[in-house]
């Protein structure tokens, strides 16, 4: 069952996200992203990991991409125009590829981390929200800190930088 | 002219007590007509206008006759010119030979109102020289399709009727 | 002989065992799961749309009736068809799509309208359980995010009907509505936080079992240990208010009364109802996004919204008013009878929060645009925050 999931859901993610680089209209390449974007909660969904997938549809299909939907209509973008393809950049591109996909099988192959089985989450701690909780601000309370004071600054600079000056 | 924007005191700036008013005098009126009381309109099929109708009333456009059951109109065709929308159709006909009313020359061969154009504006019965087009008290102009929609001559003499006392020019002594 | 014998006598060999593997499955757990929640899915997408049909018609008679009018009373008894009048009105109609349009998207527009909605009140729980078996569909740890989540999903509709129409209102609607839909939802998700800090879940059926133990959220008291046999003691019940009345209940209550506003009003803004429904604004826009619809794209759309509103008003009565929940009254575990009295609480509740919804509509203004974006970003937006520190200030003093 999780598995025919599994393969439905990441198989409807890279279509989608094919979509995103093939289509040629702004507008559908952005639906694509958000069309890959819910797949991708979808997975997490089957991995159990409710809220991180929940959270994927709230922040970056619900409001992220909207904004991108919301710019893309503004500036009105027409559909690009289809450029021919030469051979010399999809070689290039070909292998560029190749080699990172043979990168990363081999960190992964090397990687110590899934030489070992990975144990198994206990039947009790099923309440995804409580673990995440715990563990970011337990463990990892300072990095949460700092970070929430980063995007504090990001936005503090931004309002500084987009605001038209009064004279 | 700049209306003065009174400077709002702070429970009117809240807004939930206007709200709070606004949802009051909504209430008093939905209990109101709840009870059939202070309903306003009229029942439409049930109850008619027909009855209290100005004067005034600006319905479809008709033709009408004389005292001696003489067409008024005259075929001048400034009606036809003059409608907005175009809706009138006219074709003049020399009045035969023999004819009491031989005088007037002209009389329509073909008058058509297309009420699916009129616009019950009332400028043909304005312009009429001859007030032979009069915009009458009937409102509900129904046809299935277009074609039924067009008033010919019979149909808008059998809505005119007899129209007597007006300005009468044709009048054998003038 | 036992029962199973006597019809086992009706069937040949194999098909008895089949059936009894059949039956075999529908009691093993995970056929028990999926057939009582396909039931439950069925039922309430039933009562649902029933409920919007109805819903309708009863913002036509209301508005109607508010304005000295009578509204649609000719089809039926008091105009109670008038949803099947409607209903087939719109199917026989002819569904156009503009020449210009974008077909593809201005097709897919009205059923992505119609979907989250429907999506959203999977996680409702709209009743306590029936023979045992509880009447959410899903149960979900992280129930009030996903509300948040899908509702904020159908802007998608919108902003695509208002782009594919390519004609001018229904973009103007469609920029309106997401750009709106994006101020409110910051408001709407913080202002539920102090809910969660006092409850310390997201699951809505345990929001809803706390509301059942110590009051809605919205009542500054409540009288504890109050039973039927309570009420015609009035010493006993004097003791059940004196026991309610607690300092401690009245001052977490104040940041929940916020947020219990604040959602309400952002939840006004986030199903496009009257002093918010500038993406359609009638008089502006002449209808907005929908615009170029006809037929049963148009259909969609309204349906859509209503079945939107009906999501909002599950969401706040689920969060504040208690759910399924009535004092004095027990939950299903106590018998079928009870399990559907609040089953039918909860819709009771929905229909007058719908009402609530209707009769706002008609008495207040529209806003401006700039005063809605000024009071989501400048006031909704900064109450929601300082609530949230006033929340974890009384909680504090509280613990
Ligand atoms: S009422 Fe106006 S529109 Fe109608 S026929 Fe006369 S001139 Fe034409
Ligand atoms: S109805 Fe009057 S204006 Fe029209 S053609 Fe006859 S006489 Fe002329």
Wanted: hydrophobic share 50%; proline share 5%.
């Amino acid at each position: 069952m999780q598995l025919t999931l599994f393969w439905i859901f990441s198989l409807l993610m890279i279509l989608f996200a094919l979509g995103v680089v093939s289509l040629r209209s702004p507008i559908s390449c952005a639906l694509s992203l958000v069309g890959s974007f819910l797949a991708l909660a979808a997975l997490f969904v089957t991995l159990d990991a409710f809220f991180i997938g929940i959270i994927q549809v709230l922040v970056a299909a619900g409001a992220v991409m909207v904004l991108f939907l919301f710019i893309i209509m503004l500036l009105n973008l027409q559909a690009e125009e289809r450029r021919p393809v030469k051979l010399s950049a999809m070689v290039g591109a070909g292998a560029i590829i190749f080699c990172f996909i043979k990168l990363l099988a081999e960190v992964i192959a090397a990687s110590p981390l899934l030489s070992r089985p990975i144990p198994l989450l206990q039947e009790t701690a099923t309440n995804d929200i409580a673990m995440i909780g715990t563990t970011l601000f337990r463990s990892f309370n300072l990095p949460f800190q700092i970070i929430g004071v980063l995007l504090l600054v990001a936005t503090v600079g931004v309002v500084l930088l987009s605001r038209r000056t009064l004279k | 002219m700049i209306v003065d924007r009174r400077k709002l005191n702070w429970t009117e700036r809240l807004y939930f007590p206007a709200i709070l008013q606004g949802l009051a005098i909504t209430w008093k009126h939905f209990k109101k007509s709840l009870f059939g009381k202070g309903i306003i309109t009229m029942q439409y099929p049930e109850e008619k206008w027909d009855a209290r109708l100005p004067e005034w009333y600006r319905g479809a456009p008709t033709l009408v006759k004389d005292e001696h059951g003489r067409e008024r109109c005259v075929s001048c065709q400034l009606c036809e010119f003059i409608c907005p929308p175009r809706a009138i159709t006219i074709q003049p006909m020399e009045i035969s030979e023999g004819d009491p009313w031989r005088k007037v020359e002209k009389e329509p061969r073909i008058f058509d109102i297309d009420m699916a154009r009129c616009i019950y504006c009332g400028l043909c019965e304005e312009v009429c020289p001859e007030q032979a087009i009069f915009l009458r008290k009937d409102y509900s102009v129904i046809g299935l399709d277009r074609s039924q929609m067009v008033h010919h001559k019979e149909k808008l003499y059998e809505m005119g009727g007899v129209m007597t006392g007006l300005v009468f020019k044709w009048n054998e002594k003038k | 002989m036992d029962a199973s014998n006597v019809i086992s006598q009706f069937f040949s060999p194999a098909a008895w065992t089949f059936l009894k593997a059949v039956a075999g499955w529908f009691m093993s757990p995970i056929g028990f799961l999926v057939w009582t929640t396909l039931v439950k899915s069925a039922v309430l997408l039933g009562i649902v749309l029933g409920l919007v049909s109805y819903t309708v018609y009863a913002e036509r008679r209301v508005s109607a009736l508010i304005q000295d009018r009578l509204g649609p009373n000719r089809v039926g008894w008091q105009g109670l068809l008038q949803p099947v009048a409607d209903a087939l009105k719109l199917l026989l109609k002819e569904n156009f799509t503009p020449k210009s349009a974008n077909y593809f998207y201005f097709r897919l527009a009205p059923k992505l309208v119609m979907v989250p909605p429907i999506l959203v009140l999977a996680v409702i729980p709209v009743g306590s359980s029936l023979f045992g078996v509880p009447i959410t569909i899903a149960s979900l740890n992280t129930g009030a995010l996903y509300v948040l989540a899908i509702s904020s999903i159908s802007v998608y509709g919108i902003v695509l009907a208002g782009w594919s129409s390519n004609s001018k209102y229904p973009f103007l609607g469609g920029i309106r509505s997401s750009s709106q839909m994006i101020s409110y939802e910051l408001s709407l998700a913080l202002s539920l936080v102090p809910v969660f800090m006092l409850i310390g879940s997201l699951n809505l059926d345990t929001i809803v079992h706390y509301q059942v133990e110590h009051g809605w959220l919205v009542f500054p008291f409540w009288p504890k240990g109050m039973t039927f046999s309570a009420l015609w003691h009035p010493a006993e019940a004097l003791n059940a208010f004196r026991a309610g009345l607690s300092l401690k209940h009245f001052l977490y209550w104040i940041p929940l009364f916020i947020s219990f506003l604040l959602f309400l009003i952002s939840m006004f803004a986030e199903t496009n109802r009257l002093p918010f429904d500038l993406p359609e604004a009638e008089q502006e826009l002449i209808g907005g996004y929908h615009t170029e619809y006809s037929s049963m794209g148009f259909a969609l759309f309204f349906l859509g919204e209503y079945t939107a509103m009906i999501a909002g008003a599950s969401a706040i009565i689920t969060l504040f008013l208690g759910g399924w929940s009535l004092p004095l009254i027990p939950d299903g575990s106590h018998g079928w009878g009870w399990g559907i009295v609040n089953i039918v609480t909860f819709f009771a509740k929905v229909v007058a929060l719908l009402l609530f919804f209707i009769w706002v509509r008609w008495t207040l203004p529209r806003f401006r645009f700039d005063q809605l974006m000024k009071l989501g970003w400048y006031f909704f937006f900064e109450l929601a925050i300082v609530n949230i520190f006033l929340a974890a200030a009384v909680l504090t003093y509280i613990h």
